[in-house]
């Protein structure tokens, strides 16, 4: 069964920082691995989606990898910023169906 | 381009009623998923369906629930009758292709039950 864990929980830094947000999962047959944002009160916002034959992509100040053989996925947050605050999520798109397994997130706050 | 479209945004409503959540996905998006997230059990997709059909119900908790989707631009999740452990945030996403594309969200219903 597949299961996908993030570290940290939380995680609380003053604006500026480079941070790494981690991702793992048990199972490596995977389509795509897919980190999404949520704000308070909203649905999940797609940041990067990396398929399973690449190992990294990159959208602005971040900087998602993949590395599927380790079950290791990292999210790098470039010069953080107070709008940068939220909870990202890590997902998997396992083979044979379309149903994605969540992480249960790391909720970031940036301060000025 | 309009995004998906979840309505009520909020309903508070007594155990034992029905409830009737409602969704409209992206024009010309063919995969709609439901979803509900709480603080205990985080993000669990309920439902999805690909080109109208439901392929994967396992995760609707009961017969107490039930989603249809009866052309491409509208779907509903339904909860006959309601009970207090139902409360909960219950999204609706909707995908082109998933297996390349991302999903995208709507901002959710948020549901409490007395």
């Known amino acids: 069964k597949q299961e996908v864990t993030q570290i940290p929980a939380a995680l609380s830094v003053p604006e500026g920082e480079n941070l790494v947000l981690n991702c793992s999962f048990t199972d490596s047959a995977i389509y795509n691995l897919q980190w999404f944002r949520q704000d308070p009160g909203k649905g999940l916002t797609s940041l990067l989606l990396i398929q399973s034959s690449q190992r990294e992509q990159t959208s602005g100040r971040l900087n998602a990898s993949l590395d599927k053989s380790s079950g290791r996925s990292t999210l790098y947050i470039a010069a953080s910023q107070p709008g940068d605050s939220a909870t990202y999520l890590c997902?998997?798109?396992?083979?044979?169906?379309?149903?994605?397994?969540f992480g249960t997130g790391t909720r970031l706050q940036v301060f000025p | 381009d309009a995004g998906v479209i979840q309505s009520p945004r909020h309903e508070v409503t007594e155990m034992g009623q029905e409830v009737t959540l409602r969704c409209k996905p992206i024009?010309?998006?063919?995969?709609l998923f439901w979803y509900r997230q709480t603080m205990m059990r985080g993000l669990e997709l309920l439902i999805y369906f690909n080109n109208n059909v439901p392929i994967d119900d396992s995760g609707m908790p009961e017969d107490r629930f039930s989603a249809k989707m009866p052309n491409a631009s509208f779907s509903t999740l339904k909860i006959q009758p309601s009970e207090p452990r139902d409360s909960a945030v219950y999204f609706c996403?909707?995908?082109?292709?998933?297996?390349?594309?991302?999903?995208?969200f709507g901002d959710g219903t948020r549901l409490s039950i007395l």
């Open positions: 996403a909707s995908s082109l292709i998933p297996r390349d594309q991302p999903q995208h």
């Open positions: 024009s010309g998006h063919n995969s």
């Open positions: 997902a998997v798109h396992p083979y044979n169906t379309d149903k994605l397994i």
